[in-house]
């Protein structure tokens, strides 16, 4: 622990570090435009020249390398430091006359004009090596380099020319004082903006989340894109957010892991997917930046969200007329048949929240309004009375006019004519569907799906939450589009059946088993390699095969292919099936009586 | 007889969880398909011993469906349906040696989401067979016994 004054005040300093970061601490400002604390000081602008006097010898000195012993007195703001900054000042602002926060720094120190001659008044750069350090020491893709000396220095990657070593992560733009560095899309790269979506690699999901804790995304995040870069050759790249967490919570070697559970039950519960409205053209989706998913409206008018909760344009500006658009993919024979159920309810309270927050006019193209819940249609015709405009007809296309201004077309199928509105903003309220990966989920369980894609329960009516899969599940919009009620209900009952089922302690098998008439198997194993669950064992001692009942689902493959006739599938014998296929003959052709005695003579 | 007198009789051997449910479905949506198709519920096509098909010829069937599901996947067993796959073929070679057209035989895969293509099937398969007149295999076999 050393003990120094700046400026008159007496501060405590750890060892190591440096004048700089002391007088931050305390809340002592030391201007500076190459310092940053993740970077090793390197002194390159010099505007954080600071007056050190030690035993009694002063001396100016850059304050972000110079260490903070013991006993040190330092001045910030003394006449030699503001005159050396001044000088600093009135070269820098020499070299780089149009940068405003040179310009800036510049006036305080009463510099207004630059007193040299500058060489090129388009130059931003000030050698500070801040994008340098950063690439070498962060991104470690030492990508950027000082080049030349003396008055020819310059900054750039090797031979100024294109490298791929670039993994164009920005961090060199980021840590720009002076905006010298751009990052410029390659001609012929699609940019496409995303102005709704994440803005950094770290992120919470949303304000909601829960828990509420940042995310990293591996491929936005500079480590682990260095890390698959490089086979793995780098592996400690960046990490400024591991270094500037307080609470020490960042562990970039929590990787995924596979976790192996023997379980009871299992719940289903893998949701939706909104449907990507670029598929049906005519809504021009991609088109402007104005016209937007139902999604990312919940997105441009959420508090935590890009625009703070405003609900505003791509151009900034609160829109004067939205038109909001249902039925996007759904009920169209050209995408997905059927309702999302939720989409008639979320656009009411979308046209609700534009006419609270900017007062535009609303036009709501709907076919039905299915305000089919519990005060649902009380809600609907509190949204009549906030003087939206309800068309009623589906908007069939939407153009983007020269101007930038949108049309949307439709049919009002009340007038019986041809209907548009110029508005400012779209809003698609598109489609709910099954996940993408859906297949692949449903083959895991053995679940089948519906016509629409989402799976299918036991029974439409009857079992709504149980699956053809004994112990699995249905919970939520797995099993078809519902809104958060209809999902919670659905989950509570998942969870009860499935505690129901682990309550027992026991599993009920099914009674259609196979069975081996032992004196009669052959000992052939032609069932073994059959049976899809390993139910049926050889017992070499007896030259048998049996089948283990807890196993067997019943399926009758083994009996189909048995050459002695010796497995019976119970419930499903032959003879009860080759009496079926005679019952079905005889009870035409012969006496009804006939047939009777017949079937009971059976007797299975 | 001509054909537009005769009512083919179809038997159809239908998995109890793929195909048995699109015609259950298919009967509970009312969509239209004639009555000549008599359902037998199995648990797997895999169960389908060639034994009953040749039954059902013999007793009087003009035709016969096995269904079941869809490969891969579908299958509520893993891979009934792949056995179905192997074995079929094998039945519609021996049903051409005992002489009934391979016409009269038909096996595929309808999901429980599929209840309209089954309706089709039973339309199409049930006018198939019909164009093919009746198949007379039990009467034939009854003078012989004679």
Redesign the interface.
Known sequence: MATLTIDGQEVHAEEGQTILEVARENGIDIPTLCYHPLLEPYGACRLCTVEVIRHGRSKLQTSCTHPAWDGLEVKTHSPAVVEARKTILELMLSRCPNVPVIQAMAQEYGVTEPPFPTDDPEQKCILCGLCVRVCHEMVKADVLHFAESGVERQVGPAFMEKTRQCIGCGACTVVCPTGAIEIVMEKDAVYQEKPLGPTSAVWVPSLQAVPRVPVIDPDVCIRFRQKDRTDGEIVDACGACQMLCEADAINFDHEDEVVELDVGAIVVATGFQMWDPVQLSQYSYGKSPNIITGMEFERLSNAGGITGGEILTAEGKKPDRVAIIHCVGSRDHNAHPYCSRICCMYSLKQAHLVRDKTGAEVYEFYMDMRSFGKAYEEFYERIQEENVTFVRGRGAEVQVLPDGKLRVAGEDADLGRKVHADVDMVVLSTAVEAPHDA?RV??LF?L????DGFF?EAHPKLRPVET??EGVFLAGAAQGPKDVPDTVAHAGAAASMALALLDKGEVTISP?VAVVDEKLCSACKTCLS?C??TAISFIEEENVARVNEALC?????C???CPAGAIT?RH?T?QQ??A???G???SL?EEPAAAEVEAEGVNL | MSTADFEP?I?GFLCN??TYSAADTAGVSRLEQPPNV?I?R???T????P??IL??FA???DGVIVSG?HP???C?????NY?TFR?MPLVEAMLQQYGIEKERFHWGWI????APKWAHLVQDFTEQVRELGPLNW?RELESKED
């Not at chain 1, 689902?553 to 493959?557: E, I, L, Q, S, V």
């Not at chain 2, 895999?46 to 011993?49: L, P």
């Not at chain 2, 509520?76 to 009934?80: C, E, I």
């Open positions: 297949d449903g083959s053995g089948s799906r519906s016509e299918a053809n899969t259609q059959l899809p669950y689902k019943g399926c009758g493959t009996v189909a292919s599938a499903f032959d099936i080759l079926q296929i005679e079905l003959f005889r052709e | 009789r038997v969880w793929c008599d037998i199995v648990m797997c895999g169960r389908v011993d034994v009953f039954k059902a007793e009087g069937a599901c891969p996947g579908d509520h067993y893993n891979n009934g056995k074995r999901s429980g989401a599929e039990k």
